[in-house]
């Protein structure tokens, strides 16, 4: 299985949802399939799936989904027990499992020593938690966890080192993703998120 | 006896400054503050397994409209160091920052960490009062906040055990 074929395949189903990518190929790759400004590109190993759950408890109405990592969501362990607790309905937690740290060299992450993603999140408390065994799968899984309004986390184990070089460039800044992202949030919701300067400033 | 003044004070300068989501983490000297936000029905509070998470929970909630804040003591202010910086201090994030200051002239424990607190939060530019009188609370936390939102840039509020009523 190939995350970039995972993503196709919900491409349509995640419509207008905001989208938060995790450090790594998946925002490049995320991009090339839906670009714009409801993407935002984590730039902390393993904050994604925090952020994603920050927004998601902001703004309830909104469907949020977090394009993890193996290796983040190890780093970042401890945000599993946390959204059992919170478990906002409208968030979508997927995890592509690659085995490896793609961004810093394909290194080994202990996933492929064992360590079971989906067990640790269950272990956690979350109670919708599955492996994905195919591509259709991933997508019948990802329009469940839609139709179910309950945090949902739903992972992949894909091939290690998918080449995403020839993709478009993500073409924002770091800081003016945030920016766009914001703007985009505050467009969407009809709500001011960054304040602008007054006449006096 | 715990005192209630103090962190009953600092509860209501936090929601006249605008906070309404809140991420915390324990110490024994947050208990009564942490307690009073738990049952506030104004606030949004989310409980934490480490502070970092705490910073991108918070940064996530201020994309979507929020004004957060996170409480932790200030061993969870440096679990927090890299989520600050590449999170937070990166894309231009306000979080006012209360944090317990273990360490702290006349305590006995936590010196190291006491020494380094200050230190560290001038490395990373993130500017810092430190809170030792009641009477100051309420202009200290609404300042803090006021400047948080208006550089866009973490804010951090060193609390003593003197404000949280728990100086022997």
Known sequence: MRRYGCLQAIAEDVGDALVICTVGGAAAQWNAIRPGDGNLRCRTLGLVSSIAMGLALA??????????????????????????????????????????????????TATLNGADLVEMARGAGIKHACWASSVENFKQEFNKAKERK??????????????????????????????????????????????LPGPRH | MAGETGPSMILEAMKEAGINFVTSLPDHNLAKLLEFVDKDPDLKHVPLCREEEGIGICAGAYMGGKTTAIIMQNGGFLNSCNALTTTALNFNIPIVLLIYYAGDIGDEGFSTLGSVTEPVLQGLGIRCYVLRKLEEIRATIKGATTLAIDSRRPVAVLLTKDVLGMRR
Not at chain 1, 66 to 75: I, P, R, S
Not at chain 1, 81 to 108: K, M, W
């Open chain 1, 59 to 108: 703004l309830q109405n909104r469907m949020v989904v977090a394009l993890d990592g193996d290796g983040a969501l190890l780093m970042n362990a401890c945000a599993l027990p946390t959204l059992a607790c919170q478990r906002p309905g409208n968030l979508i937690h997927l995890v592509f499992d690659n085995g490896v740290y793609e961004s810093s060299g394909l290194r080994p």
């Open chain 1, 150 to 195: 309950a945090y949902s986390l739903i992972a992949a184990k894909v091939e290690a080192g998918e080449d995403y070089r020839e993709l478009p460039a993500f073409g924002v800044a770091e800081v003016e993703n945030a920016y766009r992202f914001m703007r985009h949030i505050e467009k969407l919701e009809g709500i001011r998120v960054v304040p």
